[in-house]
């Protein structure tokens, strides 16, 4: 590799595919999977149900460890790492963001948007900060102490997003993040991630039914059967005009 | 980090306050059996020894009848107090020997009424019992033989009949003779079991069968050995001593029977002590039933809290982060179970201390001792489940339900 090749992509899989179950029961949800993301990217996965776009983004959230091939994470091989490795590398650089929100209930805003702080061992006045900056973030600055019960769904997605961000991961992986929602929460969420993705530099891995949804990415990526079928630039990219007005924050 | 479990732990307690509740509900029965059981036994066994100190130590109680105890003469003749000279004359190594007759009679003086009981017997009698005079004088020698109209009263009986003033030298009607009170009894307080030894009127023996029961049995022989001397000899030449003298054939069994109050305490001592273990160990598996009921729920708490658990290690908990918060959850719950079972268990054996009239002693290391057992069976019953939630695959818990 020469010295003035550009800088290595945060993300490269090779040839990564996966098992299901042994012998003939075997299932092949991936199979062979070549993938770059660089750092700041907002790349949409598509593809019909049972494509294995959910393997691939628990791959690429180092929640599972790919059959066959490698996963370069910085350059680092995850595929090699253990389980408190993986941990750790999720801890330090991803943030997640689920279909079902995922937040504990009973429990504020703020307690939950914490969470991932408190593992990392950050002390309580920063912790609390954080969170605070990061509801802000996220436009529920004064929920703070409303608990997943008082909020509506789109409010609650937009709590999960400000739980995975107030990491400050690298990567954000959302795997259908609007797939609970009505189609103007939807929007909304959108336009807020395409926001982190701007002006924090967060890159965005995201998988989506809704072509309405997958219009926010940069780049579209197509899953057809284990494999990806297409991974192009989105030519008629939404949400640009509107992120660029003055968002929260 | 180890504040952080805490926290967590604190939290989802919190979150769940009726059913953590019920959940240390076994402890803190447990707990609280345990201590109480402990406490109570020990109040007792305390009561029991006191009350066998203050009959005398070294003292040996002979009555007639085969079957030990107070009850049941069962037509054996009585003693007289001939036999009670006899053995101070012929055994050795005896401090004092007291005959001893007994009535239960209403006395009457300073215009007051009071019911007790009358003891007639001789100046030994004070030394078998351990008795000190609070104020005034023994009997004289020449009231014994007489069987003077003089009595020594008892705390109680000096409270009751003459209140604030001293009471020696007043006059004290028993039945129909007025004897004159020549001494007062130290009090020795309450007995073990609610008796009152200090509720008596002590009058020479004498006088008793003269004046009051009009026989000449003596009830008991109160016999006190001297210090360090051998018990089983004695007592074996003392038995010798009353065959011969109750003219026993060779095959015929003893009419009277010697208690030993050495012996007495010891039992009992030993009896109250199996008594507080075994009630001990009936609350400990009272306890494990408790530790069993934190793991139950511990478990269901792992299978509900499924996608939580995924959550917490999809976001970048470790295996030992979930293992350490469910294991501290489990470890808070069942100590503040003994913490709340220590408190209850304090406030009940306080009160049926008081109830039963046994002593209530606090006892710190039984309570930290609770506490600890009931820490460490959070440990040991909330590991399994603990371990069982930290294996848990992130993506499998995720989608769990
Ligand atoms: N844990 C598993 N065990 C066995 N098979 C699995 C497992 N997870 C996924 N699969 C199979 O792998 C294939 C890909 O599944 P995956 O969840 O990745 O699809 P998907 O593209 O996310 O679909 P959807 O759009 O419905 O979410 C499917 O056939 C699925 O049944
Ligand atoms: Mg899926």
Known sequence: MSAHAPARPLIQLRGVTKRYGQGQAALMALKGIDLDVRAGEFVAIMGPSGSGKSTAMNILGCLDNPSEGQYLFQGAHVEALT?????????????????????????????????????????????????????QAVGLGGWEHHTPGELSGGQQQR????????TDPAVVLADEPTGNLDTKRSQEIMQLLVELNRAHGITVLMVTHEADMAAYAERLVHFIDGRIDGDAPNPHRAGVAASAAPMVV | MFLNALLLALR??????MRSFLTILGIVIGVGAVITM???GNGATLAVQAQISSLGTNLLMVRPGQR???????GAPAFTETDADAIMAQIGGIAAVAPEARAPITVVGNGRNWATMVIGSTNAWFKTGNWRLASGRLFEDDEQRAGA?????????????????????????????????????????????????DDIVVV???????????????????????DGTDGTRLKAGLRQLLRERRKLAEREDDNFNILDTQQIAETMAGTTKVMTTLLGAVAAVSLLVGGIGIMNIMLVSVTERTREIGLRLAIGALERDVLLQFLIEAVVLAGLGGLVGVVTATGASYVMARAMGVPYLFDPAI?????????????????????RAARLDPIEALRHE
Do not use: W
Request: aromatic residues 6%; hydrophobic residues 45%; contains cysteine.
């Open chain 1, 83 to 135: 389980r408190d490795q993986r941990a750790r590398l999720r801890r330090r650089y991803l943030g997640f963001v689920f279909q079902g929100f995922n937040l504990l209930a009973r429990t504020s805003a703020q307690e939950n948007v914490e969470l991932p702080l408190l593992y990392r061992g950050t002390n309580a006045s920063i912790r609390h900060a954080a969170a605070a900056r990061a509801l």
């Open chain 1, 159 to 166: 709590v999960a997003i400000a739980r995975a961000i107030v």
């Open chain 2, 12 to 17: 989802s307690i919190r979150r769940n306050l």
């Open chain 2, 38 to 40: 402990v406490t109570l």
């Open chain 2, 68 to 74: 030990l105890g107070a009850h049941g003469a069962g």
């Open chain 2, 149 to 197: 109209a003089v009595c020594i009263i008892g705390e109680t009986v000096r409270r009751e009949i003459f209140g604030g003033t001293r009471g020696v030298g007043e006059q004290l009607r028993i039945k129909q003779f007025s004897c004159q009170v020549i001494g007062i009894l130290a009090s020795k307080g309450q007995a073990a079991m609610g008796s009152d030894q």
């Open chain 2, 204 to 226: 020479p023996l004498h006088t008793l069968q003269r004046r009051v029961v009009g026989n000449l049995r003596v009830a008991t022989l109160l016999v006190s050995m001297q």
């Open chain 2, 367 to 387: 309570n930290l001792l609770s506490l600890a057992f009931s820490a460490g069976i959070g440990v040991l019953f909330g590991y399994f489940p603990a371990r």
